[in-house]
Nanobody, 123 residues
Framework: VQLQASGGGLVQPGGSLRLSCAAS????????VAWFRQAPRKEREFVGV???????YYADSVKGRFSISGDNAKNTVRLQMNSLKPEDAAVYYC??????????????????WGQGTQVTVSS
């Protein structure tokens, strides 16, 4: 599976961005698709995941502000980010795999990765 993340950019605090993760090679329906982010000098951080069942989980830090959705026709998973804060700034990655539930927040549990897209939140 090849993943292509896109949609990053510069946004003011309180603004919105929508990231997309497009897959080629196999359909997303076989995998859990997760979003992670990594800010400079910080660990890669779980943002959210859509499991193959369709169930979605979010990190507490983004719950209520971010939402994940899937477009099976386009084999794409999107991350809608609203009410962005400066601390949301990072490189955002999408990843695919089949982690068991207890490991869905671990980046090590995912096999396929996109290249990352930069999100900057600044006035």
């Amino acid at each position: 599976v090849q993943l292509q993340a896109s949609g990053g950019g510069l946004v003011q605090p309180g603004g919105s961005l929508r990231l997309s993760c497009a897959a080629s090679g196999r359909t997303f329906s076989s995998y859990a698709v997760a979003w992670f982010r990594q800010a400079p000098r910080k660990e890669r951080e779980f943002v959210g995941v859509m499991r193959s069942s369709g169930r979605i989980y979010y990190a507490d830090s983004v719950k209520g502000r971010f939402s994940i959705s899937g477009d099976n026709a386009k084999n794409t998973v999107r991350l809608q980010m609203n009410s962005l804060k400066p601390e949301d700034a990072a490189v955002y990655y999408c990843a695919a795999g089949n982690p068991v539930l207890s490991y869905i927040e671990s980046w090590r549990a995912y096999t396929y990765w996109g290249q990352g897209t930069q999100v900057t939140v600044s006035s």
